[in-house]
């Protein structure tokens, strides 16, 4: 949460007091020093919240106490699974492989390749991120489907 | 009503030993060797019969161990062609201990020795996976009509105590899932694989030269005796009726160095991990955080049970070779003499 604070003392705590009133657990604190505009000076407070009703609420607590709010950026918690695969990953179309995992709204962070020649299998990691387990649980099944499909022996963290 | 050993302390238990194996001789060998350690218990074990697939030796006085385990069939007290099913009737017997060969396909003959144990009202312990994986509902409900344990200890992880545990710890507890590595040779097959960077086929020859792997590598590779440690497991822990169909295999054989080298780069090592919960049975090659509990090496086998009240549970220890799976049957044949009021609960020999 950004907030914009006359540069004066007193101010910060006044905004960190509503988080701290309705349970936000406090993570980081940056005064933007060099974005400052006149007297306000943007700080950006991190905080952990249940969830964006919690988050909302502590954003109306803090404006009612007469401190502006810039803006709100949530950070999900992001949920990782490795996974590797081996087989003749590329000769199955490795682009089907992955265009699968990515309709069902999971990320590919990072894919690591090991291929020694064409006839050779080849042995391939990527980093799956997702913002829940459950959609990381659903899109693993699905990757042992195609996995077996196109006979790749599968293993996941 | 459960039968008691009322006449012992003074008397003997009696055992009739089927399957001479490494585990058969591995236990003739402990009890011989563990004899007044045993007395010390108040334990005095009689072995009046050992049967292997061409004969028994048989003495209904008690046999020889030490002799046996010397002169094997020049023995006098060896019968060629002498068959349990008959002797589990005749001779002096309170205990069964089953140990022949696993066969995972109809579970013979295993299940028919434990079968004519229990209806003739003998106590049975295996070490068998056979019998369990086929028919394991089957002989534990005739178990219990007719009075009798059947206890399996030495089936799953070898002296690992899981069941006693579940039995004796965990009544009041649920057990939610369990997860864990079942088979030695595949763990030291992918522990040598990422240690030393060498090749699934040099660390399966090696598993074989050092004797931990069969000639026919495919049971263990494959899976399938995972597998069936997990049925016996589902069905002894969680009260399931499963089979070795209800367990998803892949096994370890197309696991590649490359595979382990990009998993290390993330901090995971491939384990061949088995895993059961209310709906799910799973063998399959899993990457396991370096820092977990499951990140055992060589040969050992880890199950951690995780439990409604008592949160994860872990147990670590060799899950094969012929002395930890006697350690287990001895240990089960104990619990029963003790059941039976022929030892005094809570005696401890130094």
């Known amino acids: 949460m950004r907030f914009n604070l006359a540069d004066e003392p007193g101010q910060l705590l006044?905004?960190?007091q509503p988080i701290a009133e309705f349970g936000g657990n406090v993570r980081e604190i940056s005064h933007l020093r060099e974005e400052k505009r006149?007297?306000?000076?943007?700080?950006?407070?991190?905080?952990?919240?249940?969830?964006?009703?919690h988050l909302f609420k502590i954003r109306d607590a803090v404006e009612a106490s007469g401190i502006q709010v810039a803006g709100i950026e949530p950070l999900m918690e992001l949920h990782r699974k490795?996974?590797?695969?081996?087989?003749?990953?590329?000769?199955?179309?490795?682009?089907?492989?992955?265009?699968?995992?990515?309709?069902?709204?999971?990320?590919?962070?990072?894919?690591?390749?090991?291929?020694?020649?064409?006839?050779?299998?080849?042995?391939?990691?990527?980093?799956?991120?997702?913002?829940?387990?459950?959609?990381?649980?659903?899109?693993?099944?699905?990757?042992?489907k195609v996995a077996g499909e196109k006979n790749l022996f599968i293993a996941w963290s | 009503m459960r039968k008691t050993y009322s006449s012992l302390g003074a008397e003997s238990l009696n055992l009739i030993l089927i399957g001479f194996g490494n585990v058969g001789r591995a236990l003739a060998r402990i009890l011989w060797e563990k004899i007044d350690r045993l007395r010390g218990l108040g334990l005095s074990i009689n072995?009046?019969?050992?049967?292997?697939?061409?004969?028994?030796?048989?003495?209904?006085?008690?046999?020889?161990?030490?002799?046996?385990?010397?002169?094997?069939?020049q023995h006098k007290s060896w019968v060629p062609g002498a068959s349990p099913l008959s002797h589990i009737e005749e001779l002096p017997c309170d205990v069964v201990v089953e140990m022949t060969p696993t066969n995972v396909r109809n579970g013979e003959p295993g299940v028919s020795f434990i079968r004519k144990a229990l209806e003739e009202g003998k106590d049975v312990v295996t070490s068998n996976k056979g019998p369990l994986v086929v028919s394991m509902k089957s002989l534990l409900s005739l178990a219990e009509r007719k009075g009798c344990f059947l206890l399996y200890e030495a089936t799953v992880g070898a002296a690992i105590p899981i069941f006693t545990v579940a039995r004796e710890f965990l009544r009041h507890d649920r057990i939610i899932c369990v997860e864990g590595i079942l088979n030695g040779t595949t763990n030291y097959i992918l522990s040598r694989m990422s240690e030393d960077k060498v090749s699934f086929d040099d660390a399966l020859r090696?598993?074989?030269?050092?004797?931990?792997?069969?000639?026919?590598?495919?049971?263990?590779?494959?899976?399938?005796?995972?597998?069936?440690?997990?049925?016996?497991l589902a069905n002894g822990l969680m009260n399931m009726d499963k089979h070795l169909s209800d367990v998803e295999i892949e096994g370890i054989s197309r696991v590649t160095p490359e595979m382990i080298e990009l998993a290390e780069e993330d901090g995971y090592l491939v384990k061949h991990v088995a895993y059961l919960d209310g709906e799910k049975m799973e063998v399959a090659p899993r990457l396991v955080p370096k820092n977990s509990p499951l990140a055992v090496g060589g040969t050992f086998n880890v199950i951690t049970l995780n439990t409604e009240l008592s949160g994860p549970l872990t147990f670590i220890g060799k899950g094969a070779g012929p002395r930890e799976t006697a350690s287990a049957i001895l240990a089960d044949i104990i619990t029963i003499a003790k059941k039976r009021g022929g030892i005094k609960s809570g005696e401890h020999v130094a």
């Not at chain 1, 006149?38 to 009703?53: E, I, Q, R, S, Y």
């Not at chain 2, 019969?49 to 008690?62: E, L, R, Y």
């Open chain 1, 14 to 16: 006044k905004a960190l």
């Open chain 1, 38 to 53: 006149g007297n306000m000076l943007p700080v950006a407070v991190t905080f952990d919240v249940k969830d964006l009703d």
């Open chain 2, 47 to 73: 072995v009046t019969g050992i049967f292997k697939s061409n004969g028994g030796f048989v003495d209904s006085n008690g046999l020889m161990l030490g002799e046996i385990l010397e002169k094997s069939e």
């Open chain 1, 82 to 144: 490795v996974v590797i695969m081996v087989g003749h990953v590329f000769a199955t179309n490795i682009k089907d492989t992955i265009d699968r995992v990515l309709e069902r709204g999971v990320k590919v962070r990072r894919l690591v390749a090991r291929i020694k020649s064409a006839e050779d299998v080849s042995t391939v990691k990527f980093v799956l991120e997702a913002d829940s387990s459950e959609t990381l649980e659903s899109t693993l099944r699905v990757l042992k």
């Open chain 2, 206 to 232: 090696e598993a074989q030269e050092m004797g931990y792997a069969e000639a026919d590598p495919t049971y263990d590779v494959e899976g399938i005796d995972a597998a069936c440690k997990l049925v016996i």
